[in-house]
Every structure is written in structure tokens, then in C-alpha cells.
């Protein structure tokens, strides 16, 4: 039992980071698809520079990372009238193909072992504190309420003397800062970056946060649903369950079947943020 709440917890933690980033965007009414764009750099700059000045840079480097791509999205969306969707996935495309050249031509070829970060425990204990920072803010500040009146209703916004696109800079400077945080605990939790090893964790989080009606909440939840699902892949592989020796893609394949299931049966009832999309 035991092992199977640190593993849920372990597999969680990256989810739970990453749909705080994507609650602080899309809050705010910007649609946010890059997540997992921004995750994947924060890894990859992480362990490169988790190789050459230690983990306490490679994690604030990690996080300027995710902020920088953040900031480009804002620009993008903001001040350049992109599309949302079509910027973030401008955004992971790049991701994609820059982590990959970057890790090969800067990495040292003949390193051998893990790299050094920090431990676990504390990006697990960040992910403990991010919803309920963000339930205190969004409940009890002033601060909170410009965030949800922003991407409730711009219009509106802008009529009580609000300004939405410096509202969505800060939401977006705080994205980066949990996103940045859930690519830097996938270096840490391995030891090793690997090519795409987000492996859909991005979407798996913007999914939780759809289900948890962008409530705090109750995307926390969703995610520790998730993080369950994807520790049945460790403690059941290669277990035979009623006879029947089930092949390990099943088990590596259902965070994200469940995703699927999830999203077609109640994406419609979900309640979408008015603004969201809207300038």
C-alpha cells in the first residue's frame, strides 16, 4: 500500500506541476497547448547545466527556460494576435527538434552515470504546496480575482479598469515557473535526459485541468488519478492477472487511454473560462 502511494505520488508530481502552470495560463484566457514544449526545454536545460554548475543552477536555469518560452507565447498570443493553439504548438515543435540538438552538441559524450540534482522530495513537496498557494491566491487576493476576472471577461475587464495582457504576463511568468519546475523533477527523478521524455505529460496535465473544471482542486485530483494509472505500469508489469499475462504497453498505455475515455465523455459538461482565447 505504501509503495503504491509513493509511486502515485511520484508519477503525479510532474502532472501536478505542470497543470498548476497551465491553470496560472489558462485562468488568465490564454489557451495553453506548449506545456509540454516548456517541460521538455526545462529538462534538457536543466541537466546540461546540472552537468557543468550543479543542480541549484540547473534548476533556476530550468525554470528561466520554461519563463523565456513562456514569454514567447504572451508575445505571440498577446501582442502579435497568433493563435493560441497554433503558437503552443509552434512551441513544442521547436522544443522537440532544439532539446535534441542541444543535448547532443553540448552534452559530454564520455559522462557516464546520473546527473547530480536535487532530490525528489523537493519538487514533490512544490507540488504539494502549488495548489494550495493557488487556492489562498486566487480566493483571498486581490490579485487572484484580476487572474480569474481576466479570463472570465476581458471586455469587462478592461471596462473596471483592469489591464488583461499585464494580468497574462504575470500568469504567464508564473506558467514558466511551474512548468520549468516539472521538466527539471523529470531529470531528477531518472538521473538522465532522454530525447521526448516528457512522453506526453504536457497534454496528459492540460487534460487533468479540463476535467478538474480549471478549478484547483480538483485538477490536483485528476492528476493523482492519472499518477495512479501510470504507477500500475511498475507494479504490475509482468504480472499475471487472472491467468492472463498481459503485455507491458498495456500498462504504459493506460494514463493515456483514460485521458481519451476522460475527455470524450465529459468535455462537454466542463464550464470553459469565457475569455479563454479571447484578447
Known amino acids: 500500500m505504501l509503495n503504491t502511494v509513493l509511486l502515485t505520488l511520484s508519477m503525479a508530481t510532474p502532472l501536478v506541476l505542470a497543470a498548476m502552470a497551465g491553470y496560472c495560463s489558462e485562468r488568465s484566457g490564454v ?55 497554433i503558437s503552443g504548438m509552434s512551441l513544442n515543435a521547436i522544443s522537440a527538434g532544439a532539446t535534441n540538438f542541444m543535448f547532443t552538441r553540448f552534452s559530454d559524450p564520455d559522462r557516464s552515470g546520473r546527473i547530480g540534482t536535487l532530490p525528489p522530495l523537493f519538487y ?6 502549488a495548489p494550495l498557494a493557488l487556492l489562498v491566491y486566487v480566493a483571498k487576493t486581490r490579485g487572484g480575482l484580476w487572474l480569474v476576472a481576466a479570463g472570465s471577461d476581458p471586455e469587462k475587464a478592461r471596462l473596471a479598469g483592469l489591464q488583461p495582457d499585464r494580468i497574462r504576463l504575470f500568469a504567464l511568468i508564473a506558467t514558466g515557473l511551474f512548468s520549468g519546475l516539472a521538466g527539471a523533477y523529470l531529470v531528477a527523478d531518472t538521473g538522465v535526459f532522454t530525447d521526448n521524455m516528457t512522453a506526453g505529460r ?46 507491458s504497453e498495456f500498462w504504459t498505455s493506460l494514463p493515456y487511454l483514460a485521458t481519451v475515455i476522460a475527455l470524450a465523455g465529459f468535455l ?12
Open 31 to 85: 489557451i495553453n497547448i506548449g506545456l509540454e514544449g516548456k517541460m521538455l526545454m526545462a529538462a534538457c536545460v536543466s541537466a546540461l547545466v546540472s552537468i557543468s554548475h550543479g543542480p541549484v543552477l540547473g534548476v533556476l536555469a530550468a525554470i528561466l527556460a520554461a519563463i523565456i518560452m513562456s514569454l514567447v507565447h504572451w508575445l505571440a498570443t498577446q501582442r502579435f494576435g497568433i493563435d493560441h493553439v
Open 202 to 247: 504536457g497534454y496528459i496535465a492540460l487534460a487533468a485541468l479540463i476535467l478538474g473544471g480549471w478549478r484547483v482542486g480538483q485538477t490536483a485530483l485528476a492528476c493523482l488519478a492519472f499518477g495512479f494509472l501510470s504507477s500500475l505500469n511498475l507494479l504490475f508489469q509482468g504480472t499475471d492477472l487472472a491467468g492472463v499475462a498481459l503485455p
Open 124 to 129: 514533490q513537496v512544490c507540488a504539494i504546496a
Open 268 to 279: 462537454g459538461k466542463q464550464r470553459t473560462p469565457a475569455g479563454l482565447g479571447k484578447t
